[in-house]
């Protein structure tokens, strides 16, 4: 099979344009992203740290953070010590 290299550039033209275009996009979503975490995290931290003592004697660090896994912080514990 021959290969035609005029459609073989256009079509390497066309792959780096898309490329660049779902760069762009891709950058677009990065900032809403990094936008709406940031509201979420505004909405979803609460005030409290939970009163819990963990196994180790410890006090319990869930604050209702979105990145922790102790869920919201209800009449001041945790999920894991309520
Ligand atoms: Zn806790």
Redesign the pocket.
């Known amino acids: 099979m021959e290969i035609d290299k005029t459609s073989q550039s256009e079509l390497y033209r066309l792959l780096q344009q898309e490329n660049i275009e779902l760069q762009g996009k891709y950058d677009e979503l990065l900032v809403k992203y990094k936008k709406l975490s940031e509201k979420e995290h505004l909405f979803m931290v609460d005030s409290e740290q939970?009163?819990?003592?963990?196994k180790k004697g410890y006090r319990?660090?869930?604050k209702g953070l979105p990145n922790q896994g102790?869920g919201h912080?209800i009449h001041g514990?945790?999920?894991?010590?309520?």
Request: charged share 20%; with cysteine.
């Open positions: 939970c009163k819990g003592i963990t319990c660090g869930q102790g912080i514990y945790c999920e894991w010590h309520r």
